[in-house]
């Protein structure tokens, strides 16, 4: 079973950056691609970023040329770097990994961005 771990959250003012880590444990997680949602409270869960295994990533238009996906395969670890951050960016971050039949899910991050 897989588990992820999320850290890196926290209240900032806007224009300024954070960075989310996750660390999956679990065999053969390199294969598989992670990433980060997001959810705002009256919204849905929505993509932010996602990365491949090989390192393809894709992102939101709300997000892209502010925030970067990174991933760390030999300790299975994903991050997403968040700069210029908005007050729409505040949401529990999620992040994924594994096949979309079976994804395994974080417990969640808080993002508060204050303007």
């Known amino acids: 079973q897989v588990q992820l771990v999320e850290s890196g959250g926290g209240l900032v003012q806007a224009g300024g950056s954070l960075r989310l880590s996750c660390a999956a444990s679990?065999?053969?997680?390199?294969?598989?691609?992670m990433g980060w949602y997001r959810q705002a409270p009256g919204n849905q869960r929505e993509l932010a970023a996602s990365?491949?295994?090989?390192?393809?990533?894709r992102y939101a238009d709300s997000v892209k040329g502010r925030f970067t996906i990174s991933r760390d395969n030999a300790k299975n670890t994903v991050y997403l770097q968040m700069n210029s951050l908005k007050p729409e960016d505040s949401a529990v971050y999620y992040c994924y990994t594994g096949p979309p039949t079976v994804r395994s899910w974080g417990q969640g991050t808080q993002v508060t961005v204050s303007s």
């Open positions: 990365i491949t295994s090989s390192g393809g990533t």
């Open positions: 679990g065999r053969m997680l390199s294969i598989y691609p």
